[in-house]
């Protein structure tokens, strides 16, 4: 694989909910309406935050949420056609970004064609092969017995054991790589069965041999998956958890535990790492606007392939409902383009340049990908990381208190983000306050 996964960082983007098209009624479009330009107005702003990709969320024709594909090879009516894609792709690589797809190869949605031969045709059908079906007790008209994902009725089950299925996925995956993107989000890696993606992979990577696999997987043991899939990468739900909820719960203890995980991960791959993204409540809702900076440090200054959701970076609030709907508040539609700086309100705008600023520091060590962190200090409410290798060191610090505190700076001399002050070999954070510190000229 190339190195460059090595370098890039992602700005993870919901198309739909982005660009203001609707999800619902739960009915496929047909009226082509262009709305993927709405991105385009955005990537200048992801240049200058100082990120190199886009991780785009479902783009191929659904029924509602893009995670109940009808067709798999054509872009979202809602969202534009083929050449609006093809345009948006020649404007990141004016730009030097990579782009992800999502891809939802776990399932599809009960109005895929496919699926709708099986319910008129019946177990006989000819595509009923690509589905988990319960072939006994229904024939033609009747409502397939089919397995559905996680209880969703809308989401019918593909059969990864089968070769049809192999084949529709591996189509996909060249489809688009062929058509200019870099690499895909595997949606549900976790429902499918690791030896699935073992399969089709090999053949993908033939032809594209710089694509980057990474799996979302939220539980499980993630180096026996990434073993048995080959995956490249999995998103680190754990190091997210770790993260937040130490911050929230003013309880470091926990990201210390959290971090040891993260660190033993990385003998076997370099997880896909976040602290937001539209699956889950805002991190500024989560934390509070203030302690924002706080784990964006951590996520940026510990190895993995770190993620920035839309809109994390101006401190957007949301919360995560288990609802219908209860996403929507998490991906809501962006204006056409990003505002300037001085619209932003001072909290906003703090939040804005500690991304920029922990960013630009993780651009200038790029060895940071896969570094060991180690924790040299913890409370409650104060944590001392250092992150290494032989190519150099950085040391975060975070203090949560009302007050202030005195930390050691281990080897870190100057402060590079946030503020502080060092003196022979202690660092003083003032109430609330990180920094990250490199040693002297590095």
Not at 56 to 82: K, M, N, Q
Not at 223 to 235: C, E, F, I
Not at 430 to 436: L, T
């Amino acid at each position: 694989m190339s190195t460059w996964t090595e370098h890039v960082m992602w700005w993870h983007v919901y198309p739909l909910g982005f660009t203001g098209a609707p999800v619902r009624p739960a009915s496929p479009a047909t009226d082509v309406v262009h709305r993927l330009d709405r991105i385009e107005g955005w990537l200048d702003h992801v240049v200058r935050l100082g990120l190199n990709g886009i991780l785009l969320g479902p783009v191929f024709a659904s029924s509602t949420h893009g995670y109940d594909t009808v067709d798999h090879f054509r872009i979202d009516p809602r969202l534009g056609d083929e050449a609006d894609f093809d345009r948006l792709v020649a404007a990141c690589r004016e730009r030097g970004l990579r782009i992800v797809l999502d891809g939802v190869f776990n399932h599809v949605g009960r109005e895929h064609p496919a699926f709708r031969q099986v319910r008129d045709l019946g177990p006989t059908a000819g595509t009923a092969g690509l589905f988990r079906l319960d072939r006994e007790g229904w024939g033609p008209g009747d409502e397939p017995r089919v397995a559905v994902f996680e209880g969703h009725d809308a989401l019918v089950a593909l059969d990864h054991d089968a070769e049809e299925v192999a084949e529709l996925v591996t189509a996909v995956m060249l489809h688009w790589l062929d058509r200019g993107v870099d690499g895909w989000r595997l949606d549900a890696a976790y429902a499918v069965p690791p030896e699935f993606w073992a399969r089709v992979l090999p053949a993908v990577r033939r032809r594209h041999p710089e694509a980057w696999f990474t799996g979302e997987v939220i539980h499980g043991d993630a180096v026996d998956l990434v073993r048995r899939s080959t995956l490249d990468s999995l998103t680190q739900y754990e190091l997210w958890q770790g993260i937040w909820h130490a911050v929230a719960d003013r309880n470091l203890f926990e990201l210390q535990h959290a971090l040891g995980r993260h660190r033993d991960l990385l003998a076997t791959f370099v997880p896909t790492t976040f602290v937001g993204n539209h699956d889950v409540t805002r991190i500024a809702s989560a934390v509070g606007t203030e302690f924002v900076p706080h784990a964006l440090a951590v996520l940026l200054t510990v190895a993995g392939v770190p993620c920035v959701y839309a809109g994390d970076e101006f401190a957007m609030t949301a919360r995560k409902e288990e609802r219908l709907g209860g996403d929507d508040a998490v991906r809501p539609e962006f204006a056409p383009h990003p505002p300037a700086d001085d619209d932003l309100d001072p909290a906003a705008r703090e939040v804005l340049h500690a991304h920029r600023a922990l960013i630009a520091l993780r651009r200038r060590h790029p060895w940071l990908h896969r570094a060991r962190s180690d924790v040299l200090h913890v409370t409650n409410t104060a944590l001392v990381l250092r992150t290494a290798t032989g190519s150099g060191a950085v040391v975060t610090a975070l203090n949560l208190a009302d007050g202030p505190v005195d930390l050691p700076a281990a080897d870190g001399a100057e402060i590079a983000c946030g503020a502080g002050q060092v003196i022979a070999g202690s660092l003083t954070l003032g109430p609330r306050g990180w920094a990250v510190l490199t040693s002297a000229g590095s």
